[in-house]
């Protein structure tokens, strides 16, 4: 596939990708007990959640791989570093936007945040188990 046909791919899937992020963080409003926020509204909340995302991981991948350079760390041990650093830092960068521009206490944002990880997390796992019988169907 050419580089043409990857971008069409891309533009054509961003946004039904963009109604899914927004369908599962409205969602987990809800399911924690807040009101239903629009489609702009949750979209502008993801905005600003990637934007400030992104750049507190550019600063802590360089933080983390200059430290494992300077420990002798082999690089894939700093990726895993990296990985389990970010979970607290998105837990707070999240929580944060979430609280300030709904207007709700910190803890709901916390809240809001668990449940929309829970609802990822159920999504990974359904396509694993899928992904798995269709491997254990095939072996045989």
């Known amino acids: 596939m050419n580089l043409c046909a990857c971008c069409c791919v891309l533009v054509l899937s961003l946004p039904g ?17 807040l009101p239903k926020p629009t489609i702009i509204a949750a979209s502008i ?4 959640i990637t934007i400030a995302q992104f750049i507190v991981d550019l600063i802590m991948v360089e ?7 300077q420990g002798n ?20 960068i999240s929580s ?9 206490r910190y803890g709901k944002g916390i809240e809001v945040w668990f449940v929309q990880r829970l609802i990822w997390l159920s999504i990974v796992a359904a396509i694993a188990l899928v992904a798995a019988i269709v491997i254990l169907i095939r072996a045989n």
């Open 45 to 48: 909340h993801l905005i600003l």
């Open 96 to 104: 944060a936007i979430h609280a300030s521009l709904m207007g709700i």
């Open 63 to 69: 933080v983390v791989e200059w430290g494992c350079l």
């Open 17 to 33: 990708l963009l109604f899914l992020f927004t369908y599962i963080f409205r969602q987990s409003c809800v399911s924690s007990g």
């Open 73 to 92: 760390v082999p690089q894939w041990e700093a990726r895993i570093i990296i990985f389990f650093l970010f979970l607290p830092i998105d837990l707070v």
